[in-house]
């Protein structure tokens, strides 16, 4: 299947995601392993909804590259063609696609100038749609991560 | 009220008392007092009258028994009606019969019971009743039994129905009394507060409930006297209600023409005998409605352009992003008839150029009673800074403040809003109980290198920019300040409506126990400064390792390796032994103690007794990489795999006891029982090559070094060719053996690690063993280097994240690639790398549109 890409680069920082989901929750880890969290969803002004991803404790340098699969992103109650993935602190979110109908999105996002161990990494917008909760969740199983130094992050 | 007119006329009868006797004439003049004769007499129903007598030559009765006729002058019936006689002494008569004759004295004879009894005693009565019509009673005949009555018989009672009309006037099913004069609503008289000008009607109905036809005979036949603003709207549908008939309604419509009571007669001729007219009084008040709105119980004048806070039109300051203002008004009826809002639902406008800040919230009734009030509520939520004006319209039938207008007005206003976040949680400003939650809690970490970095984020929830004006613009203050540095300043102004920006704090303890700072962030926010405490713990611990030949072994190691000293190799089991060193190191920032006690290292395992610990390590290692070393003898005392385990008892926290696998293989001296300590010349065989890939090769030969220490290399080079050249180097490269030097008498296996090869190459190579007693070349054999797939930029033969890293690097400038790097990343052969062969990179590894075809 083909489709759409929407690339975006921005300058900042690194960050992995293992595990994202709307409720605001710690991903728990056993220690030294790679410490991943999401922010609540927030809604700003406008309506639009947004959730910030951030990482600590990244080995090799930090982290420097994070690519979720397909099948690797679920929403709940999310209007899928109003997704928009940017990077922060540095990350450059080289292709993002969640337009439907495709059951769930695919990005990649590196950061090519450092690592980062611990700090935000990328921010999604979108706006919901029905009445429920919006929720986003990204299986750890369809996430790559890879360090400064070039190796992929065991998770 | 009715009344039962009973019209009694009796022009009597003369009644002859016929008293029959057998001797003598009995007279019968004793009747009455005042005996008239011939005149009409009126009687009230029910009464006794008594006076009947008889006059006149016809009414004089003979003596004798039998029958005796009296003629009647005058007894009018002008309808259906009885006639009741009486004996009031209480004589036993007869009464015969009675004789009607109507004008034209046609003899009505034999009508009723004839003869009929009128018992003795008091009360008797005898009733007749003749048919309808004017009759004339012109002859009674009585007769006696008695011949010889010796009693009086005095006929007293006439006893008369009669026919007649009788009006009622209904309003609202309530009978109104004929004269009435006190109006009220229950009847419908009275009418209530009418608006001036507007016009209102009741219905009244006219009833009769005599037994003869009613006659209306006024022109108009409904009247009305008084107030001019009285009418008659509908006047009656006939001019007569038969007894029995339909009832007729007539309607009186009242438009006031000014305000106060109206009233008026309504009067009706009619031929009820004491009815007659019929009259009783409307009445109505006329009212207007009368609109004020009051603000905070303050009156607002009609058209007033002046807002204030006393009068809650002015709504005063209220930021663009913050909470609704919202003010209630109360509009008052103080008029005297219903006050109505005529605009659609809300009823009340916003007009004005800031009337889009201003929002009706609560909706007023729209019809407000007289001396009653309704609400609305307006919400003041501006959009823009500054003041917003607007005009207050309610439109109303009040005679004269329609519409009803105020201005309003507020002021917008803007403001930064500060938050400090860590760990995406909302740190409290003053916040003094550091949590690991929001980050401001860094846990422990070893002072001797152990360092922790938080990341923290100024958020400007606000409407207005956000000035960061410290120096710093994040301080760090308190006892162990010190331990925590601003790795990453933020960055003033932040943008209004969620700008936000981070600063990083790392933290590296200098002593042990916790370690409490303050960190500060001076800002032109409500939250100046904002502050918050940070903690973490210094500790100190042990860390264990050990080390064979530089090489660290793991604790827990179970696969022993010549590499890390781990396998000790062959060894004679005539008596030939094999010691290897280890050393420990303490790299943690505490003293390592061994705390097994005599011996520090013990061997454990099968062959344990082919081991020896020959010299034990010290049982303190001072911390910062402070080491000891221990030496370990092998001593085989069989032929073949020996294996052991040493354990070491530690107070590292988490290796304790520190174990790993060793292992010999003891072996005979010769099997010939020649001489086995001659040096020889080396023998090579040249091996397989493995593990090839676009740059890099493994190796492998066999040697036997001649019991001679020998060394072994692997030389190759391009092939360039099936042969080697014969006037250039073929074997340009040397690589020496993993194994290299060897030793010993037997056939042994070496390999070398082949890198820095060309892709898609064929390259020769042959092992070489070389001692003191000469060179041994294996064969020549080749192999190719494999080539590599376009965007395989680390050239590990798959195309994923760690490729699109290194392009955005070089795409970036981070990074300098060689130019087989960089033809390999310009993805779309534009002969540039840049984004694009990024994006393309990436969206070929997602396997989505963009990627190469």
């Given at each position: 299947m083909r489709r759409g890409i929407q690339s975006h680069l921005i300058l900042g920082c690194v960050a992995i995601v293992l595990l994202l989901t709307g409720c605001s929750t710690w991903w728990e880890v056993a220690d030294s392993t790679p410490q991943v969290l999401a922010s609540a969803p927030y809604q700003q002004p406008n309506g639009a909804w947004e959730v910030t991803l951030s990482v600590a404790d990244m080995p090799g340098g930090g982290l420097a590259g994070i690519l979720v699969q397909e099948g690797g992103f679920v929403f709940t109650n999310i209007d899928e063609d109003s997704i928009y993935a940017s990077g922060l602190n540095g990350f450059l979110v080289t292709a993002q696609d969640f337009s439907a109908p495709s059951p769930s999105g695919v990005l990649a996002a590196v950061h090519p100038a450092a690592g980062i161990t611990a700090g935000k990494v990328l921010k999604l917008s979108f706006r919901a749609k029905g009445t429920g909760t919006p929720a986003v969740s990204i299986q750890s199983s369809k996430l790559v991560l890879s360090s400064d130094e070039g190796t992929i992050i065991e998770q | 009220m009715r009344f039962r007119i009973k019209r009694v006329l009796v022009s009597l009868a003369i009644l002859v008392a016929v008293i029959s006797g057998a001797q003598g004439a009995e007279y019968i003049d004793s009747f009455d007092d005042a005996p008239f004769a011939g005149n009409p007499t009126n009687f009230t129903t029910g009464e006794a009258s008594r006076g009947l007598s008889y006059a006149g030559a016809n009414c004089d009765f003979g003596y004798s028994a039998g029958n005796k006729n009296v003629n009647a002058l005058a007894l009018v019936f002008p309808g259906e009606a009885s006639i009741t006689i009486t004996s009031r002494a209480g004589g036993s008569f007869v009464f015969k019969s009675l004789y009607l004759d109507t004008l034209q004295a046609a003899t009505i004879s034999g009508t009723g019971d004839q003869p009929f009894t009128i018992n003795v005693g008091a009360g008797s009565t005898g009733t007749f009743s003749p048919t309808a019509g004017d009759r004339i009673v012109n002859q009674v005949q009585i007769a006696t039994v008695d011949p010889h009555p010796d009693f009086d018989i005095i006929f007293d009672t006439v006893t008369v129905d009669l026919a007649a009309p009788e009006i009622d006037i209904e309003g609202n099913a309530t009978s109104i009394e004929d004269?009435?004069?006190?109006?009220?609503a229950t009847d419908h008289t009275h009418f209530g507060n009418i608006v001036v000008g507007e016009s209102f009607d009741r219905t009244f109905t006219i009833q009769n409930e005599g037994d003869a036809e009613l006659t209306l005979d006024g022109d108009p036949i409904v009247g009305l006297t008084g107030s001019g603003d009285f009418s008659v709207e509908t006047q009656p549908a006939a001019d007569s209600i038969d007894d029995g008939g339909a009832d007729l309604t007539f309607v009186v419509r009242c438009t006031p023409s000014g305000t106060g009571d109206r009233t008026a007669t309504v009067s009706i001729d009619n031929n009820d005998s004491n009815e007659h007219p019929y009259t009783f009084d409307v009445r109505a008040t006329g009212a207007v409605p009368e609109i004020d709105v009051q603000g905070d119980g303050v009156s607002i004048a009609d058209g007033d352009d002046t807002p204030d806070p006393v009068d809650d039109t002015d709504f005063g300051d209220s930021d663009i992003l913050g909470e609704s203002v919202g003010h209630t008004f109360t509009i008052h009826n103080t008029g005297n008839a219903e006050l109505t809002l005529t605009d659609p639902s809300p009823f009340v406008t916003i007009e004005g150029d800031g009337a889009g800040d201003f929002e009706i919230t609560t909706v007023p009734d729209s019809s407000i009673d007289p001396a009653g009030s309704t609400t609305f509520v307006v919400e003041f939520d501006p959009s823009v800074e500054g003041d917003r004006e607007a005009t207050i319209s309610i439109a109303s039938d009040d005679a004269d403040e329609d519409p009803y207008t105020f201005d309003i007005i507020g002021t917008g206003t803007v403001a930064p809003q500060i938050d400090i976040l860590g760990n995406s949680q909302i740190i409290p400003n003053g916040d003094t109980t550091p949590d690991a939650a929001d980050d401001t809690d860094f846990g422990q970490h070893d002072i001797a290198g152990g360092t922790q970095t938080h990341t923290f984020t100024i958020q400007n929830t606000g409407s207005g920019e956000l000035t960061l004006d410290g120096d710093p613009l994040a301080e760090v203050t308190g006892p162990a300040a010190g331990d925590f540095d601003i790795s990453l300043e933020p960055v003033s102004p932040v943008t209004a409506v969620d700008g936000e920006t981070t600063f990083e704090i790392t933290f590296n303890p200098s002593a042990l126990g916790d370690r409490e700072a303050s960190i500060s962030v001076a800002n032109d926010a409500d939250k100046d400064p904002y502050t918050f405490d940070i903690l973490g713990q210094g500790t100190s611990a042990p860390e264990m390792d050990i080390q064979g030949t530089g090489q660290s072994i793991p604790s827990g190691d179970i696969t022993p390796a010549a590499i890390d000293d781990t396998d000790f190799g062959d060894t004679h089991v005539d008596g030939a032994t094999e010691t290897h060193t280890f050393t420990i190191e303490n790299t943690g920032s505490a003293q390592l103690n061994l705390t097994n006690g005599d011996p520090l290292v013990v061997v454990e395992g099968?062959?344990?007794?082919?081991?020896?610990?020959?010299q034990q390590p010290a049982a303190a290692i001072a911390a910062s990489r402070g080491t000891t070393t221990f030496d370990v003898r092998f001593d085989p005392s069989e032929t073949g795999l020996r294996t052991a385990t040493l354990r070491i008892a530690n107070d590292d926290g988490d290796e304790n006891p520190y174990t790993f696998a060793i292992q010999g293989t003891g072996v005979f001296?010769?099997?010939?029982?020649?001489?086995?300590f001659v040096s020889q010349a080396a023998t090579a065989t040249t091996g397989d090559a493995s593990a090839v890939t676009h740059s890099t090769a493994r190796v492998e030969g066999t040697v036997n070094p001649g019991n001679t220490s020998t060394t072994v290399t692997f030389e190759f080079g391009p092939a360039n060719g099936s042969a080697p050249s014969s006037n250039a180097d073929p074997y340009p490269f040397v690589a020496v053996a993993e194994q290299s030097p060897v030793d010993g008498t037997g056939i042994l296996t070496v390999h070398a690690f082949l890198q820095n090869l060309q892709m898609d190459c064929v390259y020769q190579y042959r092992v070489v063993a070389k001692n003191t007693n000469g060179v041994c070349y294996g064969a020549r054999k080749t192999f190719k280097t494999h080539s590599l797939e376009r965007g395989d930029l680390n050239a590990d033969y798959m195309i994923d994240l760690l490729d699109i890293r290194i392009c955005a690097q070089i795409a970036t400038g981070y990074l300098v690639a060689n130019d087989q790097v960089l033809t390999q990343a310009d993805f779309d052969d534009d002969g540039d790398v840049d984004l694009e062969d990024v994006q393309r990179l990436s969206a070929y590894v997602l396997g989505i549109e963009g990627g190469e075809e």
């Amino acid at each position: 299947m083909r489709r759409g890409i929407q690339s975006h680069l921005i300058l900042g920082c690194v960050a992995i995601v293992l595990l994202l989901t709307g409720c605001s929750t710690w991903w728990e880890v056993a220690d030294s392993t790679p410490q991943v969290l999401a922010s609540a969803p927030y809604q700003q002004p406008n309506g639009a909804w947004e959730v910030t991803l951030s990482v600590a404790d990244m080995p090799g340098g930090g982290l420097a590259g994070i690519l979720v699969q397909e099948g690797g992103f679920v929403f709940t109650n999310i209007d899928e063609d109003s997704i928009y993935a940017s990077g922060l602190n540095g990350f450059l979110v080289t292709a993002q696609d969640f337009s439907a109908p495709s059951p769930s999105g695919v990005l990649a996002a590196v950061h090519p100038a450092a690592g980062i161990t611990a700090g935000k990494v990328l921010k999604l917008s979108f706006r919901a749609k029905g009445t429920g909760t919006p929720a986003v969740s990204i299986q750890s199983s369809k996430l790559v991560l890879s360090s400064d130094e070039g190796t992929i992050i065991e998770q | 009220m009715r009344f039962r007119i009973k019209r009694v006329l009796v022009s009597l009868a003369i009644l002859v008392a016929v008293i029959s006797g057998a001797q003598g004439a009995e007279y019968i003049d004793s009747f009455d007092d005042a005996p008239f004769a011939g005149n009409p007499t009126n009687f009230t129903t029910g009464e006794a009258s008594r006076g009947l007598s008889y006059a006149g030559a016809n009414c004089d009765f003979g003596y004798s028994a039998g029958n005796k006729n009296v003629n009647a002058l005058a007894l009018v019936f002008p309808g259906e009606a009885s006639i009741t006689i009486t004996s009031r002494a209480g004589g036993s008569f007869v009464f015969k019969s009675l004789y009607l004759d109507t004008l034209q004295a046609a003899t009505i004879s034999g009508t009723g019971d004839q003869p009929f009894t009128i018992n003795v005693g008091a009360g008797s009565t005898g009733t007749f009743s003749p048919t309808a019509g004017d009759r004339i009673v012109n002859q009674v005949q009585i007769a006696t039994v008695d011949p010889h009555p010796d009693f009086d018989i005095i006929f007293d009672t006439v006893t008369v129905d009669l026919a007649a009309p009788e009006i009622d006037i209904e309003g609202n099913a309530t009978s109104i009394e004929d004269g009435d004069n006190s109006p009220v609503a229950t009847d419908h008289t009275h009418f209530g507060n009418i608006v001036v000008g507007e016009s209102f009607d009741r219905t009244f109905t006219i009833q009769n409930e005599g037994d003869a036809e009613l006659t209306l005979d006024g022109d108009p036949i409904v009247g009305l006297t008084g107030s001019g603003d009285f009418s008659v709207e509908t006047q009656p549908a006939a001019d007569s209600i038969d007894d029995g008939g339909a009832d007729l309604t007539f309607v009186v419509r009242c438009t006031p023409s000014g305000t106060g009571d109206r009233t008026a007669t309504v009067s009706i001729d009619n031929n009820d005998s004491n009815e007659h007219p019929y009259t009783f009084d409307v009445r109505a008040t006329g009212a207007v409605p009368e609109i004020d709105v009051q603000g905070d119980g303050v009156s607002i004048a009609d058209g007033d352009d002046t807002p204030d806070p006393v009068d809650d039109t002015d709504f005063g300051d209220s930021d663009i992003l913050g909470e609704s203002v919202g003010h209630t008004f109360t509009i008052h009826n103080t008029g005297n008839a219903e006050l109505t809002l005529t605009d659609p639902s809300p009823f009340v406008t916003i007009e004005g150029d800031g009337a889009g800040d201003f929002e009706i919230t609560t909706v007023p009734d729209s019809s407000i009673d007289p001396a009653g009030s309704t609400t609305f509520v307006v919400e003041f939520d501006p959009s823009v800074e500054g003041d917003r004006e607007a005009t207050i319209s309610i439109a109303s039938d009040d005679a004269d403040e329609d519409p009803y207008t105020f201005d309003i007005i507020g002021t917008g206003t803007v403001a930064p809003q500060i938050d400090i976040l860590g760990n995406s949680q909302i740190i409290p400003n003053g916040d003094t109980t550091p949590d690991a939650a929001d980050d401001t809690d860094f846990g422990q970490h070893d002072i001797a290198g152990g360092t922790q970095t938080h990341t923290f984020t100024i958020q400007n929830t606000g409407s207005g920019e956000l000035t960061l004006d410290g120096d710093p613009l994040a301080e760090v203050t308190g006892p162990a300040a010190g331990d925590f540095d601003i790795s990453l300043e933020p960055v003033s102004p932040v943008t209004a409506v969620d700008g936000e920006t981070t600063f990083e704090i790392t933290f590296n303890p200098s002593a042990l126990g916790d370690r409490e700072a303050s960190i500060s962030v001076a800002n032109d926010a409500d939250k100046d400064p904002y502050t918050f405490d940070i903690l973490g713990q210094g500790t100190s611990a042990p860390e264990m390792d050990i080390q064979g030949t530089g090489q660290s072994i793991p604790s827990g190691d179970i696969t022993p390796a010549a590499i890390d000293d781990t396998d000790f190799g062959d060894t004679h089991v005539d008596g030939a032994t094999e010691t290897h060193t280890f050393t420990i190191e303490n790299t943690g920032s505490a003293q390592l103690n061994l705390t097994n006690g005599d011996p520090l290292v013990v061997v454990e395992g099968d062959h344990a007794i082919d081991f020896t610990v020959v010299q034990q390590p010290a049982a303190a290692i001072a911390a910062s990489r402070g080491t000891t070393t221990f030496d370990v003898r092998f001593d085989p005392s069989e032929t073949g795999l020996r294996t052991a385990t040493l354990r070491i008892a530690n107070d590292d926290g988490d290796e304790n006891p520190y174990t790993f696998a060793i292992q010999g293989t003891g072996v005979f001296p010769s099997q010939s029982g020649a001489p086995v300590f001659v040096s020889q010349a080396a023998t090579a065989t040249t091996g397989d090559a493995s593990a090839v890939t676009h740059s890099t090769a493994r190796v492998e030969g066999t040697v036997n070094p001649g019991n001679t220490s020998t060394t072994v290399t692997f030389e190759f080079g391009p092939a360039n060719g099936s042969a080697p050249s014969s006037n250039a180097d073929p074997y340009p490269f040397v690589a020496v053996a993993e194994q290299s030097p060897v030793d010993g008498t037997g056939i042994l296996t070496v390999h070398a690690f082949l890198q820095n090869l060309q892709m898609d190459c064929v390259y020769q190579y042959r092992v070489v063993a070389k001692n003191t007693n000469g060179v041994c070349y294996g064969a020549r054999k080749t192999f190719k280097t494999h080539s590599l797939e376009r965007g395989d930029l680390n050239a590990d033969y798959m195309i994923d994240l760690l490729d699109i890293r290194i392009c955005a690097q070089i795409a970036t400038g981070y990074l300098v690639a060689n130019d087989q790097v960089l033809t390999q990343a310009d993805f779309d052969d534009d002969g540039d790398v840049d984004l694009e062969d990024v994006q393309r990179l990436s969206a070929y590894v997602l396997g989505i549109e963009g990627g190469e075809e």
